[in-house]
């Protein structure tokens, strides 16, 4: 049986795993922990420990393990995690729908027009008349720029 070698290592993009994205761009053979680090990694790739990325894959490409995420039921009555592993990639993903949906929610129930749910900053929870409330810094009376107009309001009265 014929077996192809091995990749060798990309240098790069394990330079971004182990030292995280502002650190080095390679793993160099220059010092001696770096040369330590090469000939750990090249052992892993010659045990079989080494997974292929096509083209011009980046460390936001690479799956990483989820072993804390919500175990769920699923449709056919087992139970496992949510996600079994999650790339950075993905995980921006995720977080713009989980945008969108916490967008949607907010304003339905506090039936805000957009530009209100918009100016929702931190810290905007209160209460009105002893019930919980959402302040928003822009208010319904307000005129405000038109962004179509180059910054003068088409509602705003005559001078």
């Known amino acids: 049986m014929c077996r192809n070698p091995p990749p060798p290592p990309r240098w790069s993009l394990l330079a971004t795993l182990v030292y995280g994205p502002g650190g080095p761009r390679t793993i160099s053979p220059n010092s001696a922990a770096s040369r330590r680090r090469r000939t750990i990694a090249q052992a892993a790739v010659g045990s079989g420990q080494y997974q292929v990325l ?24 087992t139970e496992g995690p949510w996600r ?18 916490v967008y949607c929610f907010v ?6 027009r957009d530009s209100e749910v918009q100016e929702i900053r931190r810290g905007a929870l209160t209460h009105h008349y002893g019930s919980p409330a959402v302040r928003s810094h822009k ?21």
């Open 54 to 77: 096509a083209g011009q894959a980046r460390a936001a490409d690479l799956p990483r393990p989820t072993p804390l995420f919500t175990v769920v039921r699923r449709a056919d009555g």
């Open 84 to 101: 079994t592993q999650l790339t950075d990639r993905d995980l921006g993903e995720e977080l713009r729908a989980l945008k969108g949906a």
């Open 107 to 112: 304003a339905a129930l506090s039936m805000m």
């Open 139 to 159: 208010l319904k009376s307000s005129l405000g720029p038109s962004k179509r107009s180059g910054g003068s309001s088409s509602l705003s009265p005559p001078p």
